[in-house]
């Protein structure tokens, strides 16, 4: 059973740019979830997709969009890069029961 | 909505102590109640979990939890640390249906030798 899988690990981008994290679910998994955690804090949720659709968002702008793939992996994409932005960024699978959500290791997004 | 208190951000203690980290949730509704840890650098690993049945849930590495639903809390603990349990907890309550976890700030543990 492979876990969750999310690439780049780290990334340094310029305030303004764009970037797109990905991340491949659990086996089995058709539901999605992404987080961002900033330095010492908990982690706070993005938005989560199921079957390709979006069915819940936490309190971020438009400029965090994603997407769902039929492989139920994903993309997290964050428009005009604010210094804000650098945090771990975390995405989540799991399946339609209430095993609880497989994390990935994260990607570092650092934004100067 | 769901909310959650991690009760303490820091928790010092001694190798071979016994440890309680406190969690207090907020619901009217059912709820599901998970702890994870986070070792430095790394993602979230589930400790352990509570859906339904018996208040008393055991996880991996001698942890267990507490569900007290009358008190809205779900207390982890261990009765025996060692040093390799230095990392920061997580308790995450979530709802019914599609609703996300919900984390709380967090609690380091730091196990001193």
């Known amino acids: 059973e492979t876990g969750v899988t999310q690439s780049p690990t780290h990334l340094i981008k310029t305030r303004g740019q764009q970037v797109t994290l990905r991340c491949s679910s659990q086996s089995g998994h058709n539901t999605v979830s992404w987080y961002q955690q900033a330095l010492g804090q908990g982690p706070q949720f993005i938005f989560q997709y199921y079957r390709e659709e979006e069915n819940g968002r936490g309190n971020f702008p438009p400029r965090f969009s994603g997407l769902q793939f039929p492989n139920y992996s994903s993309e997290l994409n964050v428009n005009a890069l604010e210094l804000d932005d650098s945090a771990l960024y975390l995405c989540?699978?799991?399946?339609?029961?209430?095993?609880?959500?497989?994390f990935g290791s994260g990607t570092r997004l650092t934004v100067v | 909505a769901q909310s959650v208190t991690q009760l303490d951000s820091q928790v010092p203690v001694f190798e071979e102590a016994p440890v309680e980290l406190r969690c207090n949730y907020s619901?009217?509704?059912?709820?599901?109640l998970f702890w994870y840890v986070q070792y430095p650098n790394q993602g979230l690993q589930l400790l352990l979990k509570y859906l339904s049945g018996s208040t008393l849930v055991k996880g991996i590495n001698g942890f267990e939890a507490e569900f007290n639903k009358s008190q809205t809390s779900f207390h982890l603990r261990k009765p025996s640390v060692h040093i390799s349990d230095t990392a920061e907890y997580f308790c995450?309550?979530?709802?019914?249906?599609?609703?996300?976890?919900?984390f709380g700030k967090g609690t380091r543990l730091s196990v001193i030798a």
């Open positions: 995450a309550p979530r709802g019914t249906g599609n609703t996300p976890l919900v």
């Open positions: 619901s009217s509704v059912s709820v599901y």
């Open positions: 989540a699978s799991s399946d339609t029961g209430f095993a609880g959500y497989t």
